[in-house]
């Protein structure tokens, strides 16, 4: 009975420790002890939910970047316009369709070939003025050519675009190019039939000469660099033919 009195007595006093020492923890710290408990309670559920939250975005993050990885890598070509050589030569597009032609004034000609040679000035190789212009300029097949013209219709130094042949650059005259004719130069007969023959057609007057055309002139045309792009697809079809 003594035993069984003393364990209560025991039990109740440290009962009544553990009360006190929670008040005073209580009376010293502000904090309750039920508050512990919910703090410690919240903290493991808001854990969960920050984990939730931090995969979430994560997840999103992921998603985010994925999305725009897939957009850099379906974004649109652009088509480039035509600007180097290698453009022009690799495509198809010529002088007549890369250019607005209407905007120039056009005239009616009957337009014929003419070569260097004998078959067309009466000049051998061998003569001092072999392949030189009533201008004074070589003849020349290029992106500018020289051309034969009536020089009270085309003054020298106009130039032209002659559909099918290209720009044309008078620089020439003939006894047999009288009105609204033109003779344009080839490098050989051969190239004058099969090319050209005789045609019917409009030229478009890109500007008018004022009498006189030069070497150099004629040289800066052919070299002007806008123009590079064009004439290497010239170039590339010459030497094909």
């Known amino acids: 009975m003594i035993s069984i009195k003393r364990v209560s007595k025991r039990i109740i ?12 923890f209580e009376a010293i710290s502000g904090v309750k002890a039920k508050d512990i408990a919910n703090w410690y309670g919240y903290d493991q559920v808001n854990s969960g939910y920050n984990n939730s939250v931090n995969k979430s975005e994560e997840k999103d993050t992921f998603k985010f970047l994925g999305l725009s990885f897939k957009s850099l890598r379906s974004e649109p070509t652009v088509t480039k316009e035509i600007s180097s050589s290698v453009e022009a030569v690799n495509s198809d597009v010529s002088l007549e369709d890369a250019f607005d032609w209407s905007k120039f004034p056009t005239k009616k000609v009957v337009a014929t070939g003419y070569t260097a040679g004998v078959e067309s000035t009466g000049k051998n190789p061998d003569h001092p003025s072999y392949g030189i212009t009533y201008s004074g300029v070589k003849v020349k097949r290029d992106l500018y050519s020289t051309v034969a013209a009536d020089l009270d219709v085309f003054p020298l130094g106009t130039i032209l675009f002659i559909p099918g042949y290209g720009y044309g650059v008078v620089a020439d005259k003939g006894g047999a190019i009288k009105g609204n004719k033109l003779d344009l130069f ?18 478009y007057v890109v500007e008018m000469g004022d009498g006189t055309i030069t070497e150099q002139e004629l040289e800066k045309l052919n070299n002007d660099e806008s123009m590079q792009v064009f004439r290497q697809k010239y170039i590339k079809d010459k030497t094909k033919s």
């Not at 009962?15 to 005073?24: K, P, V």
């Not at 080839?186 to 030229?203: F, I, M, R």
């Open 13 to 24: 006093m440290t009962l009544l420790f553990l009360g006190a020492l929670t008040t005073t």
């Open 186 to 203: 080839y490098e050989t007969v051969s190239e004058v039939y099969n090319d050209w023959g005789k045609k019917h057609l409009d030229v």
